[in-house]
């Protein structure tokens, strides 16, 4: 009865919930990241003069001056801290991606790095009242002691590079990421980039004047020098006792071990309370983890063939992740699974030999849903012209031909997902809108009648008739990743609207047409087709009939 209410108060958020570290995390994590994005931006209007940004600086001081303002900041700064150290006491292992640790590492430096930057601005201000403006500041760090201007700045692009690792950790698993990630990389790097200028800029204007170097300064409080000392004293004592913790805690879990079997004979013995996925990283078995390791997604996922029984039961937020990809009950996640006695287990996405965790690491090897565009395109005739040539003869035009789609679909920004025999399947859509895929859709189809048309001209004398195609033209959403088997691994897709797509190619061909277009790909590429040929498509397998647009020459569309 206790699991039970234990179970139900996790699920509806009731008093005796478990609390959510990885939410609290990331709200803190991202209030440090406003102020950071906000304190930034006002080091960048140095590039226009030195009193604009201390008129930025008086907005940013009624952001985060106020005593909820200053609650907020401070109490983030704390409690991310502390997260830090936790997540460093938890972890069974500190074996882990480049990336992770790089994260841990820097959110763990951040208090020592910024320490001296906050005693001489904000707890000055606290103890004297002196508010130390822009003037001041930069005269001092650019002018009088840039040594320490060039330590506070590493230690502000560090505290940018954390944050951003976290935000990129937390976005990563989202569907929508990919199409985003080049903007959200391109401003990553801005940000800081600016701000650096900017005070670059503003340190030139002050020593180009004369009358900043007249500011006076007023005596520090008697309390200050102790101050810095004593937040470094205590921020290292936090640090010193979670290590001195991990290592009392291993020696008493060690006394309690758990063997792990996985195939081709490997057994991992790790001390109990640890994952699975940290059994694989302890043994330097490669498993793939796109999250990170914090149950956001389900690549680590494992199927347990043996020792399930008796095992702990799925937390919240394992049962929340399986059940949307539902998952098998045998099926358990890597990095939330912490096996109390002897499992076999098989991982269910491995990396393989062929080089897919690059792929994986973009977050489709799992397979994504995603809005996407489908050109299918195949030579019409190619079989009784092959009867009359060499094999040779016939691998050379193939080529031509493949060289020719190929390089359309590229050049119209899309991805060649296979070829079939003479048929041709492509992708749009991979990182960009549904609009702008339906748009390269059409855009490719044009390039290929038009490299076609090229084909037909240069080997007009080895061609009795000259070579015809086939084309579809679909969008609709698509299972999208990695599928097949060892070598024959591949980024493709699944799904109705590839089926759909499949069979407008077949009806081009019963109509003796170059192109049939979806009206579902028409209406996203904003295309007028009210003076064609319509025609409603049974599609087998599918409820619904699919309305479509009859193309008798393609080359016919470019006009529009």
């Known amino acids: 009865m206790k699991l039970s209410r234990t179970k139900q108060a996790s699920e509806t958020g009731l008093p005796g919930a478990p609390i959510p570290w990885r939410e609290i995390r990331l709200a803190s994590g991202l209030v440090l990241a406003t102020f950071l994005l ?21 907005w940013f001081n009624r952001l985060w001056r106020n005593p909820v303002g200053t609650i907020l900041l401070y109490g983030s700064l704390l409690l991310h801290f502390g997260l830090a150290l936790q997540a460093l006491y938890r972890r069974r292992t500190l074996r882990m991606p480049v990336r992770e640790a790089a994260q841990l590492a820097l959110g763990l430096s951040l208090p020592f790095l910024l320490i001296g930057h906050v005693t001489g601005t904000r707890i000055e201000w606290a103890l004297t009242g002196h508010d130390s403006g822009y003037p001041e500041v930069v005269r001092s760090l650019w002018l009088l002691n840039p040594g320490i201007g060039m330590r506070q700045a590493i230690a502000l692009i560090i505290a940018w590079l954390h944050g951003c690792l976290g935000v990129y950790f937390w976005l990563r698993p989202k569907p ?3 199409a985003w990630a080049l903007l959200l990389y391109t401003g990553a790097i801005l940000v800081p980039l600016l701000a650096l200028l900017g005070f670059a800029e503003a340190g030139q204007e002050i020593a180009d004047a004369p009358e900043f170097f007249a500011l006076r300064v007023p005596p520090a409080s008697d309390l ?24 009392l805690r291993s020696a008493n879990l060690w006394s309690r071990r758990v063997r792990i079997r996985y195939p081709n004979d490997q057994v991992v013995t790790v001390p109990a309370g640890f994952s699975v996925l940290e059994a694989s990283r302890t043994a330097g078995i490669p498993h793939i983890s796109v999250c990170g ?3 956001r997604c389900s ?15 799925p937390t919240a937020q394992e049962r929340g992740t399986l059940a949307r990809i539902k998952a098998g009950p045998n099926v358990r996640l890597a990095c939330q699974f912490r096996p109390v006695g002897e499992i076999a287990v098989v991982p269910i996405l491995s990396t393989g030999r062929n080089g897919v965790t690059a792929l994986v690491r973009g977050g489709r090897a799992q397979g994504q849903e995603r809005e996407v565009a489908v050109l299918f395109c195949d030579l019409r005739g190619f079989t009784g012209l092959t009867e009359k040539r060499l094999p040779f003869d016939t691998v050379f035009i193939l080529n031509r031909y493949f060289e020719a789609v190929g390089e359309a679909v ?19 859509g991979l990182s960009t809108s549904p609009q702008e895929a339906a748009r390269q859709a059409l855009d490719a189809a044009l390039r290929i009648k038009a490299g076609l048309t090229r084909l037909n001209e240069d080997y007009a004398s080895e061609f009795e008739h000259p070579l015809r195609i086939a084309m579809s033209l679909h969008a609709g959403p698509a ?22 797509a499949s069979r407008l190619e077949g009806l081009a061909k019963e109509l003796d047409v170059e192109l049939v277009i979806s009206e579902d790909l028409a209406t996203r590429a904003g295309l007028d087709l009210s003076d064609r040929n319509r025609q409603i498509v049974s599609i087998r397998g599918r409820a619904a009939p699919l309305g479509s647009w009859i193309i008798p020459e393609a080359g016919s569309l470019a006009r529009l």
């Open 293 to 295: 390791g914090r149950g």
């Open 410 to 428: 590229e050049d119209a920004g899309g991805y060649i997902d296979k070829f079939i025999g003479d048929g041709v399947l492509a992708l749009f």
């Open 38 to 58: 906000t304190h930034f931006s006002n080091h960048a209007l140095g590039l226009v003069s030195v009193d604009a940004m201390e008129a930025g600086r008086a």
């Open 479 to 500: 299972i999208v990743g990695q599928m097949g088997y060892g070598q024959a691994t591949s980024l493709t897709a699944v799904g109705d609207t590839i089926n759909a």
């Open 224 to 247: 200050l020098p102790l101050i810095g000392p004593a937040l470094y004293a205590f921020f290292g004592g936090l640090l010193a006792l979670t290590i001195a913790g991990r290592i």
């Open 176 to 178: 929508w990421f990919p």
């Open 299 to 313: 690549t680590c996922r494992v199927r347990v063939i043996d020792g399930l029984e008796h095992q702990p039961a």
